[in-house]
């Protein structure tokens, strides 16, 4: 099965950026990589995701090493507004048959 | 554009009752799936839906089960609930099947079987 880990917590200042590991070693050649953001009594909200190449829209950038086993989300410029659980899912679970399968999530706190 | 939508949003129900809980996805979305998230497991995938067939199906008990229907609207089923099925139940969509189609997901229905 897909596993993924996370680190539970991160802390970082406002207006400053924001790096969020990942390790996906288990995933398959096929499978993309997702990051997801929940904060408290709402459901995940989609944040990034890709497959080899580095990644960026409006919200968030995504660092993928070379070798996939790997990712990083970039928040260039963290705001209270960013405080979160995130989530990276390292594909599907069981080679593409069983849904994304999400980490634990990082408790990411943003001091002011 | 109206997000996915789930109800009810809040439930209790009691051991042995059975549960339906409903899911709109966002319009144009013709995958929805069902995942349940508790403090202890995270979050886990329950199954997949796409053109009102079940597409994939995760780890857990028969009493679990669901549907869409032809307007892509989804429903899940619990029977014989259990106090371990006190979870949230969150519903996402998506525009396609597989794993390029971001999820969207709603608020959730958070269910406490007493």
């Known amino acids: 099965d897909a596993k993924t880990t996370q680190p539970n917590s991160m802390e970082s200042n406002e207006e400053e950026p924001v790096h969020l590991p990942c390790n996906h070693s288990?995933?398959?050649?096929?499978?993309?990589i997702h990051w997801y953001r929940q904060l408290p009594s709402q459901g995940p909200e989609y944040v990034i995701h890709?497959?080899?190449s580095n990644v960026n829209n409006r919200m968030a950038s995504l660092a993928i090493a070379e070798d996939r086993k790997s990712s990083t989300l970039i928040l260039h410029r963290a705001t209270l507004r960013d405080a979160a659980v995130y989530y990276c899912?390292?594909?599907?679970?069981?080679?593409?048959?069983?849904?994304?399968?999400f980490g634990k999530g990082t408790h990411l706190i943003i001091q002011p | 554009k109206a997000g996915v939508t789930q109800t009810p949003r809040y439930l209790i129900k009691t051991r042995g009752q059975q549960v339906t809980l409903s899911c709109s996805p966002i319009?144009?979305?013709?995958?929805v799936s069902w995942y349940q998230q508790t403090p202890g497991q995270g979050l886990q995938f329950l199954f997949e839906?796409?053109?009102?067939?079940?597409?994939n199906k995760g780890n857990f008990p028969g009493r679990f089960s669901g549907r869409q229907f032809s307007n892509s609207r989804s429903e899940m089923n619990v029977s014989t609930l259990e106090l371990g099925d006190s979870a949230l139940y969150l519903c996402?969509?998506?525009?396609?099947?597989?794993?390029?189609?971001?999820?969207?997901f709603g608020n959730g229905t958070r269910l406490t079987v007493t």
């Open positions: 839906y796409f053109s009102e067939t079940q597409r």
């Open positions: 996402a969509s998506s525009l396609a099947l597989g794993p390029n189609s971001p999820l969207h």
């Open positions: 890709g497959l080899t």
């Open positions: 899912t390292g594909g599907y679970s069981g080679g593409g048959a069983d849904g994304l399968t």
């Open positions: 319009s144009g979305h013709r995958s």
């Open positions: 288990t995933i398959s050649g096929t499978d993309y």
